[in-house]
């Protein structure tokens, strides 16, 4: 557990300097317990205070990058068990295995599909974050050659190493160690001989144990070797004990702060039946699992993924917002309805939906309200008269219409006449108050 | 510094209730967070019910309705295949059909298609309005009569209309779906209201109305975890009604689930997806703590089954 206010007054200096800013050494403290300053703003703490309080500042699940660059993904920093205490902060990496019994067109298929994988949706490029190699042909020349093939054929993405065989492991590494692939892994019969590598080719590594009791201990064990960064697998044998090992992991990380399982989780998802696969994957993407290992790069599984990721990432305090501008549905003429609205995401995709739906060639107005939905964005000031006139005019959609008609939504239907001053030349027309009457409404209108 | 497993148990407990007669069909119960099996007690798995419509299902998308086309032009066939070949659980029939937007069908018709529905099945039924509110007072108070002495579940009742909707319920003798929109508190006033009319809160199931994934599942994913917690740590017996994911209904009208693969080449194969897209959906609510879902593609179904029974097994 992170030290509390008054645990980390008593280690400060106690002089009330306001060196830091702070009027007080106990304001200071709130701050830090708040995790709201660093402690290097004091600058008269002691050595073994500032140790102390560092140890205790750091999250409680280890930040650790996967792979290099700018393809890198982050992992861990997670504070919470429930996403609406705060928000989950870094979302899991997505990985595909490919293993080296594939032929090896299969698997360059395999990964090919998963650099194609890519989607955009709400303004995020979603796509599959990584490449897990296992070495299930027990070879390490055969593993060497495919992880050179696969590293060739994906020179960017993240690697995952996935071999029990030490000299398999170094084939591979003293191929794709500048690609800082993640070793998986260390168990309890090779701990020393992988923690070496590790070190030595300076990657993260991946360590397996049966359960949360005995992949502590293991860790600890390869903490003392001299590896900082692992990620954790308590080698769950079900989606119950999934959601056990994740829960009792990320609860010893977070409510105990307890070093040794204060490391981002791997999870293995795949199953012989794809559905099943793509729900286990589900139960890893909401219950803490940092990486969640498929079997492939199927499209239809990789969209339903991709958005729960998003979904449950998403900052529970701000919501989802779209991009401000004009959105064409379908190829709307100069004679097609214009349709204005906020850019709450869940309003947009909605009236987006709706419209479609009604098969009439639209233009959807999308106006920055900071993600309000229009009645709040209407309450809160930010969907006002002068504020959608201006907006309607700096677009300059009307230049595209024949007739400079403007269709709002029927809760704010009192704005129309302060629209129409504000809007010379154009008709103000109330819509539906719900997206679900577009369609009807949509098709009734006269033109 | 050895690991101490962090365990959590509970004081407050979420009802157990059963649809249909005694024994039929018992979800709900639990004193742990959703499937936490390995730290207290989880007694019945979650509830699927397989959701059929009083009118032909023209308004579903061709990837689900297709399943039903033999059957689906008449309730009481389609619920006889949902049970007998499908192996349905339960049965959700919604009275779509009179919407008035819709065939506005009476509350007398309404009530002539709950009787066929019954007299062809032996499972429960959730019977449920059309979501208007003027209407579905009378619609429901017709269908809780021509149900009486099968102690279904009927709903939903809501703020605007729980009054007509409870008092149906309860002269039936049924059991009530209360749904307030994606709020805590709202929520828990709806099931104070409804038990201060003299409704056993035993008997009532919360719907804090769904979401479909992509759609708004986050908001309905929090909302349905937090009124978990409230019923287990805070011990609130005005929380611990067994909880609905609603969760065909608003699956198949979005895109996602729908779209031809031509249309959208980037998001993969049509059929796998709409599957997907209910499967997933269903599941985070169920993480989330839904004890009841109402579902409409068996292969999601079948693959919710799979989940659950994966679920229920701790092996280690």
Redesign the interface.
Known sequence: MALSGIEIFKLLPKTNCKKCGHPTCLAFAMKLAQRQESVDLCPDISEDSRRILGDAAAPPVRPTALGFGSGAVKMGEETVLFRHEKKFVNPCALAVEVKDTLPEDEALRIVNDVLTSGIDRIGQRLEIDAIVVTNASDDPAVFEGLVRAVAAKAPDIPLILSTGDPAAAEAALKIVADKKPLLYGADDSNAELMAKLAVAYDVVLGVRAKGPEALSALTEKIRALGVEDMVIDPGPAGAAEILRDNTLIRRAAVKKNFKPLGYPVITFAQRDDQMLETLIASLCIAKYSSIVVLSGAERWRNLALFTLRQNIYTDPQAPMQVEQKIYNIGEPSEDAPLIVTTNFSLTYFIVSGEVENSRVASRIAIMDCEGMSVLTAWAAGKFTAPRIARFIEESGVGDNLKNRELIIPGYVAILSGALEEKLPGWKITVGPREANALPAFLKTLNR | ???????ESFAGRVYEMAAGGAGQAVFGGASALP?????GPVPNRPLIAYEIQDVFPDDWPDAVSSVYKDVSHDPAAWAGFCQDELKAKAIALRLIGTHPDREDRTPDEAAKTVGSVLDSISVPLIILGSNSIEKDGPVLIAAAEAAKGRSCIIGKAQESNYKTIAAAAMANNHKLIAMSELDVNLAKQLNILISQMGFDKERIVTDPMCSA??????YT??VC??IR?AALAQNDPTMQQPMLGDVGMHTW????AAAPEPDMP?????R??G???E??TA??VL??GADMLIMRHP??V???E??ID???????
């Open positions: 510094m050895a690991f101490a497993a962090h365990k499937l936490h099996l390995f730290e994934l992509g759609y708004g599942i986050e994913y929090s975890e937090r917690l009208k979005v895109k996602e980037l998001w993969g194969a049509e796998e997806r599957i997907a897209w499967a997933v599941a985070a993480l989330a292969a999601a079948g693959a919710l799979k989940f994966e679920l229920f097994t701790i092996k280690g």
